[in-house]
């Protein structure tokens, strides 16, 4: 089958747009208010720029009330945020973060979280998430749509700062993401969480390709 997008003639029950480009982390964005009130809410359509220098994006569409989401609101109006790791521990916590709510709302305390201090920006890290990055603004892009949710932004961010958890580094050196269980987004109502890895080497002997799948500089 086949379907344009415009026209949503796919003829199925459900939209099958979002599940077709998946999984997706879970960008789960804490910011803080001018007037100092915590916000956290998660966002699938969330991704890692570039790893050196490193550089975070992360898509919002409208509310229900066809206005910005707090999100995108507080971060240009402060310029910070941090990015916290969703996972299938968590996902009670990420699913109560998402209720749309007013901007007076911390959703810390809605979700019963624990607010850890950042080092370098003012949005308080989600202490019970095992790796955050603490963001400054670089870019927003702001993408005209239409229907129900109307336009959207694409806030782009670097990365200042990467805390990690000591319990989730292996021996080798290497994040324990079986461990962590890392939450994504399906379509529909759907989630899924990271229970298996294998390793796949592209052949060669480049040695700066393989030096970037690993995300480090090339020599």
């Given at each position: 089958?086949?379907?344009?997008?415009?026209?949503?003639?796919?003829?199925?029950a459900?939209?099958?747009?979002?599940?077709?480009?998946v999984?997706?982390?879970?960008?789960?964005?804490?910011?803080?208010?001018?007037?100092?009130?915590?916000?956290l809410?998660?966002?699938s359509?969330?991704?890692?720029?570039?790893?050196?220098?490193?550089?975070?994006?992360?898509?919002?569409?409208?509310?229900?009330r066809?206005?910005?989401?707090?999100?995108?609101v507080?971060?240009?109006?402060?310029?910070?945020?941090?990015?916290?790791?969703?996972?299938y521990?968590?996902?009670?916590?990420?699913?109560?973060?998402?209720m749309?709510?007013?901007?007076e709302?911390?959703?810390f305390?809605?979700?019963?979280?624990?607010?850890?201090?950042?080092l370098?920006?003012?949005?308080?890290?989600?202490?019970?998430?095992?790796?955050?990055?603490e963001?400054?603004h670089?870019?927003?892009?702001?993408?005209?749509?239409?229907?129900?949710k109307g336009?959207?932004d694409?806030?782009?961010?670097?990365?200042?700062?990467?805390?990690?958890?000591?319990?989730v580094?292996?021996?080798?050196?290497?994040l324990?993401?079986?461990?962590i269980?890392?939450?994504?987004?399906?379509?529909y109502?759907?989630?899924t969480?990271?229970?298996?890895?294998?390793?796949?080497?592209?052949?060669?002997?480049?040695e700066?390709?393989l030096?970037?799948?690993?995300?480090?500089?090339?020599r």
């Amino acid at each position: 089958m086949y379907y344009d997008p415009e026209k949503n003639d796919h003829g199925l029950a459900y939209n099958p747009f979002k599940s077709c480009v998946v999984p997706r982390p879970i960008g789960w964005i804490s910011t803080i208010s001018a007037d100092g009130v915590s916000n956290l809410a998660p966002y699938s359509q969330f991704q890692n720029l570039n790893y050196d220098p490193a550089y975070v994006m992360l898509s919002a569409g409208q509310n229900t009330r066809m206005a910005r989401k707090d999100t995108v609101v507080n971060i240009e109006q402060t310029g910070e945020f941090v990015y916290n790791m969703a996972t299938y521990e968590l996902r009670e916590a990420v699913n109560l973060s998402a209720m749309e709510v007013g901007p007076e709302v911390d959703e810390f305390d809605l979700a019963g979280l624990t607010k850890a201090p950042s080092l370098r920006v003012k949005p308080f890290r989600v202490a019970e998430s095992p790796v955050q990055f603490e963001c400054v603004h670089h870019h927003t892009l702001r993408v005209p749509g239409h229907g129900v949710k109307g336009a959207f932004d694409v806030v782009i961010g670097r990365v200042v700062l990467i805390h990690i958890k000591d319990e989730v580094i292996r021996a080798d050196g290497r994040l324990d993401i079986k461990r962590i269980r890392p939450l994504a987004r399906l379509g529909y109502y759907d989630y899924t969480a990271i229970d298996s890895v294998f390793e796949l080497v592209i052949p060669g002997s480049n040695e700066n390709l393989l030096s970037g799948l690993k995300g480090e500089r090339w020599r």
